[in-house]
T-cell receptor
Framework: AQSVTQPDIHITVSEGASLELRCNYS??????LFWYVQSPGQGLQLLLK??????LVQGIKGFEAEFKRSQSSFNLRKPSVHWSDAAEYFC?????????FGAGTTVTVRA | DAGVTQSPTHLIKTRGQQVTLRCSPK?????VSWYQQALGQGPQFIFQ???????QRGNFPDRFSGHQFPNYSSELNVNALLLGDSALYLC????????????FGPGTRLTVL
């Protein structure tokens, strides 16, 4: 079964600076991996997904993620953060029919 | 193209009461999954419905039950509410089974007093 771990609980970044959120996965075969974003009090919005193929995945809102099998990682990046990117970010992997989520990383954007 | 919709948006109940939450999947989707998200935590899987049957269940008591209708919409029922049931309840829809992408609705915020 797949599982994911997000090592960072909270990250603070300045507006305009780059952002990288870490996600480590545990699975033997090629995994399916997702990144979701959740604004306060809202549902989850899909940012991007990795199924196979190109290891660099482009998503919405200027986000991208890179799958690195050698490091068992699927880190999310954005070159220049906007104040509206302040939210909670979840990495997820499917286990049978369900999604298993990491604990989430809260991103605070300072002016 | 309508996304996943949930109703109601917010709900306040007292301990011991029963509640029903509703979900309409994204157009073209036939699978509905329910998740509970307590404050400050990640979503936890409750169960998934496909072809009007529960296909997989998470670690939740029998007080949590569900139903899927022929039009693929779904209900989540919680009986004998406890204070600990206060959470955001998220519905996700997908096509078929397995690892297909799940799309989430805005959630229903349940407060149990």
């Amino acid at each position: 079964a797949q599982s994911v771990t997000q090592p960072d609980i909270h990250i603070t970044v300045s507006e305009g600076a780059s952002l990288e959120l870490r996600c480590n996965y545990s699975y033997g075969a090629t995994p399916y991996l997702f990144w979701y974003v959740q604004s306060p009090g809202q549902g989850l919005q899909l940012l991007l997904k990795y199924f196979s193929g190109d290891t660099l995945v482009q998503g919405i809102k200027g986000f991208e993620a890179e799958f690195k099998r050698s490091q068992s990682s699927f880190n999310l990046r954005k070159p220049s953060v906007h104040w509206s990117d302040a939210a909670e970010y979840f990495c997820a992997a499917p286990n049978d029919y369900k999604l298993s989520f990491g604990a989430g990383t809260t991103v605070t954007v300072r002016a | 193209d309508a996304g996943v919709t949930q109703s109601p948006t917010h709900l306040i109940k007292t301990r011991g009461q029963q509640v029903t939450l509703r979900c309409s999947p994204k157009s073209g989707h036939d699978t509905v999954s329910w998740y509970q998200q307590a404050l400050g935590q990640g979503p936890q899987f409750i169960f998934q419905y496909y072809e009007e049957e529960e296909r997989q269940r998470g670690n939740f008591p029998d007080r949590f039950s569900g139903h899927q209708f022929p039009n693929y919409s779904s209900e989540l029922n919680v009986n004998a509410l406890l204070l600990g049931d206060s959470a955001l309840y998220l519905c996700a829809s997908s096509l078929g089974q397995g690892s297909d992408t799940q799309y989430f609705g805005p959630g229903t915020r349940l407060t149990v007093l």
